[in-house]
């Protein structure tokens, strides 16, 4: 009589793509086939040379405007988002959302609605709560893009493609790779995405390492991870670590007991670094905290690739957003409003 | 509204399969109302002289639903729905009494509001509102509130709706105050702490879309610590809506002891699951939190087995702009008057229950919940009736729904089993 439910793969998929198969939003790895990931970082590519070019811009949003809609406070992750649209040559509009429209009781739908008006071309949005970039999505009118810049402890799927980028430069590939990612799963947007795209992208084995407080329910099912409670035993022979931020305030008594604990029991230390593939590199969102996650030496040594992941940030940002703007040209040139100008490859 | 108006013209029901799961009858035969009465049943009564003919050929007789736990919300949330509109709905949906959870505002925690909410649904006349009345002032889980008022004020239970006590101690008290007067308590068993912030069940689907979940333990603390209580005090106890399948283990093990406890679930319960909230889908989003396939089968087995003797709505009407924002902003709860029974003859369908046992889990033994000599056809009783079409398919939709709440995960789904007529003493007050 109740036919089952669309899974949230099938729902995502249909949410962010077109008939063709082409990215409308960019709000989760989820429903997401490798062919689409592997095109993404393949642009991401050609983008990296636009920083060595004497004019930094390529035209592929030109006319566009560009929303930053940040819920949530954050500096790398809209800084960078901001750079990316100006070098694709778009107008950007910053919206500190927290510290406006909705602490004056304004919902989210009504601020959405006062932006459309004002004929933005793309969102990008980060949101406390899990599921808004998805409900932004929906709402938003035709053609208008959305790009998830992180919500709630759902998805943060541009900062876990800056890191598939990452590893493919290292590793040159996905194949074979074992992949650890450390701390605090339960609230990380940020390990959700990974873990997805890693899958996806078709590594060996994805593992995660935590106390079981941050590891969340039956997380082998719903994730596709295995699941470590010794640190030691996960490292074992992996190629990528990945750590995860830990946030000041799990580490009250809440979850975790002490950083002091923490950083005995998951610490990423240069003695544990040896137990991981001879090669292996270290991976963290950021912002780090040092003598929490991992030693200093650790985070500043030869196998950290942290910083290179921010600039690698840039070059992902802007392929996602010139697909997305790119899917919307072909929107309006079908609904003649606008000649396909300025689409395709970089 | 009166149960025994005189205004009630003598009515026949003919041709219909009355169902009658309170004296065990099942039988194609006329049904006779008079004086807002059952008349008789077969043979029209001597001198009886039906100023109304009803044709059911080819339909169910069946009493009027009853349900015990809709939301009308009124007095205090008019903006999502009112006794007047959602009454309304309940007699399109064949349910001519419902019992509503205490948590209005004010809450039912005193006489007035206990006696506004019965007035302002006899003023429509649409269908018998019982409110259940505050286990505690204010719903503050601190402090009893005066019970034996609210039974003279109509209250047939107390609850503290969905909001735990906190406080053991306070519960005892207050179970052992409501026995004092012969009221049941209905409640919803959920450990405070545990369930606190939680929007899902914690599994799968909490995992994947990073959700705050409600550990099956919650329920099972709760009900734990209630059965305990319950035995302690000998307090007739009913549980609001269970979930998991440990707790209707648990419920069946302290029934087998001969504790004198009872259990509903939500119609719902026993459809969905978990997946339904894939793609944050906010007409989802209800407590106790949808749960796996194998708690609803469970819950099927409870119901199939007499364990959970009643199967309600859990109405929840909403305004849209209650669902409309990031999942973890929006309200729980979903409206649910109208798919009841439809839902519950699914459940015939799929060899869960017979028919007269699935009619029972809405009529006769929700009325035993609620202490009221409702849900039977027996010569004498109150004419409450339901006459539905069992085989009609409808769709769920904003247009067909008559509730003011159009949140539903069960929109643009077919359904079957359509309500024609519903007679509340003896007047008929829906026909479809």
Not at chain 1, 181 to 206: C, F, K, P, Y
Not at chain 2, 32 to 41: F, M
Not at chain 2, 232 to 251: D, I, K, P
């Amino acid at each position: 009589m109740i036919a089952p439910t669309p899974t949230q793969q099938e729902q995502a998929a249909a949410l962010q793509l077109d008939a063709q198969g082409n990215l409308k939003h960019f709000l989760t790895l989820d429903g997401l086939e490798r062919s689409l990931l592997t095109d993404i970082l393949d642009r991401a590519e050609g983008f990296l040379g636009v920083a060595r070019q004497a004019v930094k811009k390529v035209p592929l949003c030109r006319g566009k405007i560009i929303a930053n809609l940040f819920f949530e406070t954050s500096t790398r992750t809209r800084t960078t988002f901001e750079l990316a649209a100006k070098r694709l040559s778009a107008d950007v509009l910053n919206l500190n959302i927290s510290t406006s429209a909705t602490a004056k009781g304004e919902t989210l739908l009504d601020t959405l609605r006062n932006l459309e008006a004002m004929h933005v071309d793309m969102f990008v949005v980060r949101h406390a709560d899990s599921g808004a970039a998805h409900f932004i999505a929906t709402h938003a009118a035709a053609p208008v893009a959305v790009i998830n810049a992180g919500d709630g402890c759902y998805s943060h799927p541009t900062q876990a493609m800056l890191d598939m980028f990452t590893i493919r430069a290292h590793k040159g590939g996905f194949e074979g790779l074992t992949v650890a990612i450390i701390g605090d799963v339960l609230h990380s947007r940020v390990a959700r995405s990974q873990i997805t795209a890693l899958n996806t992208l078709g590594v060996a084995e994805v593992r995660a390492i935590g106390p079981s407080t941050l590891v969340p329910a039956r997380s082998e099912e719903a994730l596709g991870v295995r699941v470590f409670h010794d640190l030691r035993a996960g490292l074992r022979g992996v190629d990528v670590i990945i750590l995860l931020r830990l946030q000041h305030e799990r580490m009250d008594g809440g979850f975790l007991p002490s950083e002091h604990e923490y950083f005995h029991l998951f610490g990423l230390t240069d003695k544990r670094l040896g137990l991981a593939a001879p090669d292996a590199i270290v991976m963290h969102p950021g912002p780090i905290n040092r003598g929490v996650e991992m030693d200093s030496s650790v985070a500043d040594g030869e196998r950290s690739v942290i910083l290179e992941q921010v600039s690698n940030g840039l070059a992902v940002r802007m392929a996602v957003m010139s697909m997305c703007i790119g899917t919307q040209n072909l929107w309006l040139h079908a609904a003649g409003q606008q000649p396909p100008a300025e689409v395709g490859d970089v | 509204m009166s149960d025994t108006s005189a205004a009630a013209h003598p009515i026949s029901i003919r041709g219909g399969r009355i169902i009658d799961p309170a004296a065990d009858i099942d039988a194609v035969m006329d049904l006779h109302l008079a004086g807002g009465a059952i008349a008789g049943l077969g043979e029209a009564p001597a001198g009886f002289d039906a100023q109304q003919v009803i044709d059911a050929t080819g339909l169910v007789v069946c009493p009027g639903l009853v349900d015990v736990s809709a939301r009308l919300r009124q007095p205090g949330q008019e903006h999502k729905a009112t006794v007047a509109s959602e009454t309304r709905a309940a007699a399109a949906a064949g349910i001519t009494t419902l019992c509503c959870p205490p948590d209005t505002l004010p809450p039912v925690d005193t006489p007035a509001v206990a006696q506004l909410i019965r007035q302002l649904a006899e003023e429509r006349g649409h269908a018998r509102v019982l409110p259940a009345g505050a286990l505690t002032r204010g719903l503050d889980g601190e402090h009893i509130s005066e019970m034996a008022a609210l039974k003279l004020a109509g209250c047939p239970v107390m609850s503290n709706a969905d909001r735990p006590v906190r406080n053991t101690r306070v519960l005892r008290r207050a179970l052992e105050y409501a026995s004092t007067y012969g009221l049941g308590t209905f409640l919803h068993p959920a450990d405070a702490y545990l369930s606190e912030g939680g929007m899902v069940h914690e599994g799968l689907v909490a995992t994947q879309l990073g959700l705050p979940g409600i550990p099956e333990a919650a329920e099972v603390l709760g009900v734990a610590r209630d059965l305990a209580l319950a035995e302690q005090t000998g307090a007739r106890v009913h549980f609001r809506g269970l979930s998991t399948a440990r707790a209707t283990a648990m419920l069946a093990e302290a029934r087998s002891r001969g504790l004198p406890v009872s259990a509903d679930v939500a119609a719902h319960q026993l459809w969905l699951t978990e997946d339904a909230v894939a793609g944050f889908n906010a007409d989802a989003h209800l407590i106790p939190p949808l749960r796996t396939a194998a708690d609803r089968d469970a819950l099927r087995a409870a119901v199939a087995a007499g364990e959970i003797t009643a199967i309600c709505s859990d109405h929840q009407p909403h305004e849209p702009d209650a669902k409309l924002s990031p999942f973890p902003q929006t309200e729980p709860g979903m409206s649910a008057l109208e798919t009841l029974l439809p839902l519950v003859l699914g459940l015939v369908r799929d060899e869960v229950l017979d028919l007269c046992d699935a009619i029972a889990c809405v009529t006769a033994n929700p009325a035993a919940i609620l202490d009221r000599p409702l849900g039977r056809l027996q010569p004498g009783a109150v004419a409450d009736v339901c006459v539905f079409d069992p085989h009609a398919r409808w769709v769920v939709g904003e247009d067909t729904l008559v509730s003011r709440g159009k949140n539903t995960p069960l929109r643009g789904i077919e359904l079957t089993g359509r309500v024609r007529w519903t007679l509340l003493a003896g007047r008929v007050v829906h026909e479809g």
